[in-house]
């Protein structure tokens, strides 16, 4: 009886804890020197999207064209995306080797 109950509790927290890491899901880019990873992720309006830096440099992330809007990226950062549509947009890194890559936040 005391191993079936024991057996029972395991279960019970896998699935808890199975449970709690998908409440928590979110869309996360992590930029590299090389590129983005995904190069695209897709969201709802409303939602935000997590940055992470893992360059080894200084990142500063810009969406749009003349009027773009940027921002400098140290080891983390969020951005919450209210209006339905596709941007694009262009990572530098500076302090290692320069360099720049792409990618895309698709709002639906």
Do not use: Q
Not at 71 to 95: N, Q
């Amino acid at each position: 009886m005391k191993r079936a109950i024991a057996s029972m509790a395991g279960t019970v927290v896998v699935c808890l804890a199975l449970a709690a890491g998908t409440a928590w899901a979110e869309a996360k880019v992590t930029i590299t020197r090389e590129e983005s990873k995904p190069k695209a992720v897709e969201v709802k309006a409303g939602e935000e999207v997590r940055w992470v830096n893992a360059s080894g440099g200084t990142a500063h992330v810009s969406f749009g064209g003349s009027d773009a809007v940027r921002f400098y990226l140290g080891k983390e950062g969020r951005v919450k995306f209210d209006k339905p549509g596709t941007y694009d947009y262009t990572v530098h890194i500076s302090g290692t080797k320069t360099h720049s890559h792409t990618g895309t936040v698709v709002v639906k």
